[in-house]
């Protein structure tokens, strides 16, 4: 059954919302000067130092964190999303719960999902509350050059967290992976923001911006300077990731707080092909699209028109810009639809999808013009897409991928 692990850890309140980035800056760190060896990456096996790549194989271990917070209609969804992880993903899912919502969470799981599939659940007990998104609290390193790969959970240095526990759950994850951990000084590169391939490291520049407010790029007046914070993330990542190529998404700001709700990455290598996000795309969508009379109505259908003319009004120059800086890296870049809400409302992103091995789980939302527009396109590019209706967990500004943090897969080491 269940594997039951207790870890005791204070209690607090209070959540940082998207919008208190900045409102104040911890006081000035030093930048880790501890090295990690290398080699050469050759074409048979990774060697050296990467952010796990998104793009390395079937998911081994992955982690989600249940929140205490979400509506019953979020809770449905977050359920079917597991079991669905559990039927099509080989590895294991570890699941930080708060010690007063464990019964919840056992009954869920339990009454839902077969013996061996309860086999491959580990849930970790805890006296913490964790935000559901796993993916903003990590970062996944790995060292290939073991003879066993080596894998360590990282805190970024961030501002904020969706819940304060969250900047405690590394170390949870961590010791209950078997897996090292660490704290990352000056360096804001939350899972978010981040998506990291065999070979690129695709990094939002909020992540640049947030970092200055720990005290990256800082001048010898005590100002900080976005080059000089965009000179040390690039040599802190030619330095400690050489085998992977810093990307860095927007000029002086991206079109949406983290770069996994408008950019996915298909294919890195001979064939480069990115998704990214069009705004304009979903205005000619909407127009014709059917939708499910079950959750949408008219109404609804043109607050989504209104969102995408706004979101497209506000950003369409920086999402050019980022489409044509990926197609002189090479990409074949494919616009896919894309809603994001003015306030308060259903963030529609396809582009947060999570990979394990050929296969796809993207967001649906009941649009089938577009729900199967996206499925589609990665038909076409080798992809299983194997759909999940997210969509009221979307309302809280994220999708499968931020539900989510993979930290090991199945790569080319084929380690077990």
Known sequence: MFKIVNENFSRSDGIKMLS???SEVSSEKNISSEKIGYQSNTTDVFKGNYILPENAGEIKKMVMSYDVRMTEKMKKEYF???????KEIPGKIYVVVSSESYQELYNQISSKIDN??????VIIKSDIYPSIWARDSIQVFVNYNQKNEEVTVAKPDRTYYPSPHD???????AENTGSKFTELQKFAIDGGNTIATKNYIFIGIDSIRESMLKGLGRLENGQTSLDKAKQEFIRFFDENFP???LFIVGDNKQPVFHIDMFLTILRDDDEKVALLGNPDLSLEMLNDSEYDPSKYNKFDIEKFKEDATYFADQHREELKKIKEKLEKEGFKVIDVPIVIPRGPGIFMTYNNMLFSGNRAFVPKYGMEKMDSFVQNIL???????IPIDVTNITTWMGAI???TNVIDRYDTEKSV
């Open 20 to 22: 208190e980035i900045g």
């Open 379 to 385: 038909k076409e590019n080798g992809f299983e897409p």
């Open 116 to 121: 061996e599939m309860l086999n491959r659940v």
């Open 243 to 245: 085998n992977q190529k």
């Open 167 to 173: 900047s405690i759950v590394y170390k949870i994850v």
């Open 401 to 403: 991928h931020c539900i």
């Open 80 to 86: 079917d999303a597991l079991k669905t992880f559990l």
